[in-house]
């Protein structure tokens, strides 16, 4: 499937169908979190020629997959090795345009750039394609959305506490893909060698067809990911102790991988009752055969790692253990049934650039509480739906659930969609109140229009703060965004852009990133409206009253979302905003936005 | 050639269709939108153009009075100067870049009687602004595709070096500065000659040279060398608690010491980051012989500016020899003195910085607390110390550092013995009526009779526009108009000619400002750091002064990188335009790419993405 950057397959030139390129430099967890949304494309349309731009080191890992026709590998950490050692520009850039010339010539119709960073707006902006989604750079050199969820997932890295959508489904949204009507395609794809090999692997072991088996992922990419070598071993002695015909798997690679997993083996295995029944695979199941391993197994408990991601993509069900960086609902594995157990910390998640050097997150996952999670979980069907699922979070909600932990469980709702539904603990902060708010607002807003049932914000009379607070951003928003409003029409009217009007839009727009800055629940808003002002598409001096045209949408739509927010009221109708009228929710929809397509 | 339906000749106004045809033609850049958005901040040089109606009744221009075409018949006057210019021959195929557009009359006549491509170089929107309004260059079938306007003195590097230069006199005459720099990259280019370094500044931790440092690093970016700062400050505080820790001479020898060689590391360090082609230091600079020892094996030339007086300070008997250029303040006997020593002096006077000491208007905040009658800015050497108070009558103020605060001075200083900033500085030039300026010296109780070289604070109080009186040296008259009815400072010799000169010109505001213009005009022409650099810089230059190898940068020779390019044109073309340069990086060849100039090429594009997968900027 490698295409080695000639482009060509063995899908043959001519046929029915777009081309479809995908740009995702980004890790191994990404690209199975971005599957979903390739098998939903392969679905729509069938005759879609798709390719993959990734990494090379992870074009690998991408073997067990088939629903595209080939990939790009770009090998970043070479090209930056040749740079650094001073190879000669020529040479490095005939080697870079080498790899976009390739690319060039599948004559793109439409490219899909999930690559969040600069080299992503760049090579967006370099791959010429009929119509672009995603990030890219204007011809002056500005970034740029090509899409109203790629403007979501920049807004969100900044405000992650208020996100309720997972990875998976933005990069559905960002791609334009519908749901996936087969989630079960990869698991049937798997070559009979792979699952021959990994039967295989576990008859060396002794382990039989039926025997229950659980794997365990207990590596991480840093060490505050990782949930204590000890923690392991006593979920490790739990399970066993309680299944006497159960196994164990510990996953990894690498020397640390191996050095941390002998530790388990070793701490377990002080008890004749065990052992023998806990292997160690480290560096035994490369990602192609990690897959077939995976689907034999019957649940996978698992640190913020790929692994739990390819487990999701096969049907495998985990149990992710969420502290740290990780926030589970953009990044935890989307699969029914699969359960979350996170940390109730009141500074959880880090944010992600943190180097904690307390991680006592890890300390609140206690391993009784997370054995008797697999246990529960283990009792339900492999793909509970219905009321087995109901069974299945209420048996979770029944258990006791530690102080300063929460359990929830994944669901797919009507529109396909991964949510996390809470079995037992709550976190009673602005997140968790206003996350399925924000949910409802931005799908309606930037979902051309999907409605959702009404949601209403309700504080915690404790939390009186909050309410006033809230009511506070919001009004000044308001007024922010109607003085904006009225200063572009000012410019409008005028026929020129006035250098004193600019510099009093100026200090609309600081008052308004102020707001959010020192209200974050309002800081999507402030952040999506910054956001939406950089990227008017406009260069043209000459077009400049269609600049001022879109400049005054960007303040209109703030409004409106102010608007908006303000009707969820748990009373209804406005209590603060002065002056304006709450009009109801009269959101602006992205399918009267000019649709801005690539060259 | 003008479009008669469209342009009002007869009112001689401006016609917004053919503005907008012409900015339609230039498409979405970064001349359009400086032409749009009426950015006139580059224009300082020359008087506001004016439209005035010829004789013929077409469309003229003047500028500060001159006309820069002819009042009669400026179609004529422009097919003649084409006529004059194409008895040189044959214009190459490449095109010929023609230095000034004015309105344009001349560039017309060209494009009628020839038919290759022609590049024209105005640095002034306003006047393309007026061109643009009034001649449609989009109108001539065979125009199209051939006119091609440039603003920007470093886009002249981008061109063919076949291209043939063709000046048009009256403009320049009015843009005298812009069109040297554009001749002498022209010239650079055709000559194969580097006018873009890589240098590495070194000023000094603290002291009197440090804004010296500034001001020549600002004049190296000016003159279009690519300038690293390595700033010494934040060390200040370690230098002088070094003074403050013991009173013991050895210990502060050994700590001196010890800080001395933390700060060659600290050199060391920025220039095997930087790798200059020319590490440029200035008087003070924490580098010592056994640094520039090791900088000389290395291959990096250290350019040494010393703005001291050789008499006070001696420690260039150490240095000049170990550096590749020794530039001084001073003429006779130091350059016999060094030559002695087999070295060649450069000599090369202070100057000022027209980016910091320029004219300002002053909020009256700043006018009650810097502004006075008569002020003093500088430290408390022996000789002000000694000299000022027989000024205290007259309204003085004084700022700066090191006064003894016990004697009568104190009362005229509002911020004792606090530094000032440059900044600060400019407004106390800006706000006192006569700024007097007394050399520094720590014999005399006064004027130094026998002094020579002239001080920074000379240059910067004119080029503020401030009026001052100076005392008298020997190395002024090289400098400055200092006699006759077009003097351009006012002199004294002694307290009483002081006073007797201060009072005069008090009593007399309009010689002192016109005194004051002419001084200002006088330092931005001839004494701005950007004049002092190119001079110098040229010079090592001239005198086989290269950039630094490959081997030792990693940065590339631009002609090398264009065999290389081959026939890839797009490539070629970008390359080009590093050739001023001589050799370059990867951080070179992203340096000129900024986001809201031009459309951002494929080739630049693919640069930018190959520095970002090195790590970004």
Redesign the interface.
């Known amino acids: 499937m490698m295409t080695d950057g000639t482009g060509k397959t063995d899908r043959k030139e001519g046929r029915p169908g777009r081309t479809i390129v995908v740009l995702a430099l980004s890790r191994m967890g990404d690209l199975y979190q971005l599957y979903p949304t390739i098998l939903a494309l392969r679905e729509e349309s069938p005759d879609d020629r798709i390719f993959l731009v990734i990494y090379r080191e992870f074009a690998q890992a991408l073997e067990p997959l088939a629903a595209f026709d080939g990939i790009f590998p770009v090998d970043g950490a070479s090209l930056k090795r040749r740079i650094l050692s001073g190879e000669d520009p020529v040479s490095l850039y005939r080697m870079t345009a080498g790899i976009l010339g390739a690319i060039n010539n599948l004559d793109i119709d439409l490219l899909i750039n999930l690559t969040p960073n600069r080299i992503g707006a760049m090579i967006g902006y370099l791959i010429r394609a009929r119509e672009k989604r995603g990030l890219s750079m204007t011809r002056d050199g500005y970034r740029i959305h090509q899409s109203p969820w790629i403007l979501y997932l920049s807004m969100f890295v900044k405000n992650r506490l208020y996100n309720d959508l997972n990875l998976v489904d933005l990069f559905k949204n960002i791609a334009g893909a519908g749901p996936v009507r087969d989630p079960g395609r990869p698991r049937k794809e798997l070559s009979r060698e792979a699952l021959g090999r990994a039967d295989d692997l576990l008859a060396e072991w002794g382990i039989s067809p039926g025997d229950p088996v659980v794997a365990m992922a207990t590596g991480a990419s840093v060490e505050i990911k990782r949930w204590p070598v000890t923690s392991f071993s006593e979920v490790v002695r739990d399970l066993l102790i309680a299944h006497p015909r159960m196994r164990i798997l510990l996953l990894g690679s690498g020397a640390e991988d191996g050095e941390r997993n002998r530790q388990i083996v070793q701490a377990v295995s002080t008890s004749g009752a065990v052992a023998g029944r806990i292997v160690d695979l480290t560096g035994r199941t490369p990602v192609a055969s990690l897959a077939a391993l995976l689907t034999r197994v019957d649940l996978l408990l698992s640190n913020d790692t790929g692994t739990m991601h390819v487990a999701a993509v096969f049907g495998t069900p985990s149990v992710c253990l969420s502290f740290s960086q990780l926030f589970y609902p953009e990044t935890a594995p989307v699969l029914t049934g699969n359960v979350v157990v996170s940390s109730l910390r009141a500074c959880a998640p880090c944010a992600p650039s943190a180097l904690c050097n307390n991680p006592v997150c890890r300390e609140d996952l206690s391993p009784a509480f997370v054995a008797r999670v697999i246990r529960t979980r283990l009792e339900a069907a492999r793909q509970p739906d219905g009321w087995s699922w109901d069974n299945l979070e209420k048996g979770l909600a029944a258990l006791w659930v530690p102080s300063g932990v929460q359990v929830a469980l994944c669901r797919m709702n009507h529109r396909g969609e991964a949510e996390f539904v809470a079995c037992g603990g709550q976190k009673d902060d602005p997140g968790s109140i206003l996350r399925p708010v924000y949910r409802a607002l931005w799908r309606e807003v930037l979902g051309r229009g999907q409605k959702d049932d009404s949601v209403r914000i309700v504080w915690p009379e404790s939390q009186g703060g909050w309410a006033r607070d809230w009511d506070l951003s919001l009004a000044t928003l308001k007024v922010q965004a109607e003085a904006g409003i009225s200063l572009v029409r000012q410019c409008l009217s005028g026929g020129r852009v006035d250098p004193d009007l600019a510099f009093r839009l100026e200090s609309v727009d600081r008052v308004i990133r102020l707001t959010g800055e020192v209200f974050p629940p309002v800081s999507p808003l402030s952040t999506m409206f910054s956001l939406e002002k950089e990227s008017i598409g406009v260069r043209d001096p000459l077009e400049w009253r269609l600049l001022v045209e879109e400049t005054q949408k960007t303040y209109e739509r703030l409004l409106e979302r102010v608007l908006w927010l303000d009707s969820c009221r748990e009373e209804g109708g406005s209590l603060l905003l002065p002056g304006g009228q709450t009009t109801g929710r009269c959101p602006e929809h992205y399918a009267d936005h000019p649709v801005i397509t690539g060259s | 050639m003008w479009d008669s339906s469209k342009s009002r000749l007869d009112e001689i106004s401006a016609d917004a269709d053919i503005l907008?045809g012409n900015?339609?033609m230039l498409?979405?850049c970064a001349l359009?939108?400086r032409i749009?958005?009426r950015q006139d901040e580059a224009c300082g040089e020359t008087d506001e153009p004016r439209v005035v109606k010829a004789k013929n009744g077409k469309p003229s221009m003047t500028v500060g009075g001159i006309s820069v075409h002819s009042l009669y018949d400026p179609e004529k006057e422009g097919r003649e100067w084409v006529r004059e210019a194409l008895s040189g021959g044959d214009l190459p195929k490449e095109g010929v870049l023609v230095l000034g557009l004015g309105m344009g009359y001349h560039v017309a006549a060209l494009l009628s009687a020839t038919s290759v491509p022609v590049f024209v170089f105005e640095p002034d929107i306003r006047r393309i602004r007026l061109s643009f309004s009034f001649i449609s260059w989009d109108q001539e079938e065979r125009w199209r595709g051939r006119i091609h306007f440039l603003s920007e003195t470093g886009e002249i590097a981008r061109l063919d070096r076949q291209i043939r230069l063709l000046v048009h006199a009256p403009s320049e005459r009015s843009q005298k500065r812009a069109f040297s720099d554009a001749k002498k990259l022209f010239r650079s280019i055709q000559e194969d000659m580097i006018s873009s370094l890589r240098i590495l500044v070194v000023p000094p931790v603290t002291g009197g040279s440090y804004p010296v440092a500034v001001g020549a690093a600002h004049g190296l970016k000016a003159a279009g060398h690519r300038v690293s700062f390595f700033d010494a400050s934040p060390f200040e505080g370690a230098l002088l608690a070094i003074g403050q820790t013991t009173s013991l001479d050895l210990h502060k020898r050994q700590l001196q010491g010890i800080f001395s060689g933390f700060m060659d590391e600290m050199v060391m360090a920025r220039v095997l980051a930087v790798k200059p082609d020319l590490v440029v230091a200035l008087a003070q600079a924490p580098m010592s012989p056994a640094l520039l020892s090791r900088l000389r094996d290395m291959g990096y030339p250290v350019a040494y500016w010393f703005v001291e007086d050789f008499r006070l300070t001696t420690y260039w008997e150490r240095v000049a020899p170990l550096v590749h250029d020794f530039a001084v303040i001073q003429k006779e006997p130091f350059l016999s003195l060094l030559a002695r020593s087999g070295v060649r002096g450069t000599y090369l006077p202070a100057a000022a910085d027209p980016s910091v000491f320029a004219p300002r208007e002053l909020s009256p905040e700043d006018r009650k607390l810097y502004g006075a009658p008569v002020g003093f800015m500088g430290a408390g050497y022996h000789n002000r110390q000694r000299f000022l108070p027989h000024l205290a009558d007259l309204g003085l103020k004084v700022f700066g550092t090191e006064w003894n605060l016990s004697d009568a001075l104190a009362a005229a200083m509002p911020l004792p013995n606090r530094r000032m900033t440059p900044d600060e500085c400019a407004r106390i030039f800006c706000a006192t009526t006569v700024n007097v300026n007394l050399h520094s010296s720590v014999y005399h109780n006064g004027v130094n009779p026998d002094g020579d070289f002239v001080n920074p604070r000379t240059f910067e109080i004119a080029s503020c526009g401030g009026y001052q009186v100076v005392d008298r040296r020997s190395l002024m008259e090289e400098l400055f108009q200092t006699e006759g009815p077009d003097a351009e400072l006012c002199f004294f010799d002694s307290e009483t000619s002081c006073r007797r000169e201060i009072r005069r010109a008090t009593g007399d505001p309009e010689g002192r400002r016109a005194m004051a213009d002419r001084a200002r005009k006088r330092v931005l022409a001839c004494h701005t750091y950007q004049v002092r650099m190119e001079e110098w810089v040229s010079g090592m230059l001239e005198r086989g002064l290269r950039p630094a190898s490959p081997a030792l940068t990693?940065r590339?020779p631009v002609e090398?990188?264009l065999k290389?390019?081959g026939e890839d044109r797009g490539?070629s073309d970008f390359?080009k335009r590093f050739r001023p340069m001589g050799s370059?990086?990867?951080d070179d060849?992203v340096g000129q790419?900024?986001?809201?100039?031009?459309?951002?090429s494929?080739?630049e594009?693919?640069?930018?993405?190959?520095k970002?997968?090195?790590?970004?900027p």
Not at chain 2, 593 to 600: Q, S
Not at chain 2, 612 to 616: A, M, P, R
């Open positions: 907008r900015l339609r498409g979405p359009s939108n749009l958005a990693g590339w090398g990188l290389s390019a490539l390359l370059v990086g990867l060849l790419t900024l986001p809201g100039k031009d459309e951002i494929p080739e594009a693919t640069f930018l993405l190959m970002e997968f090195s790590g970004g």
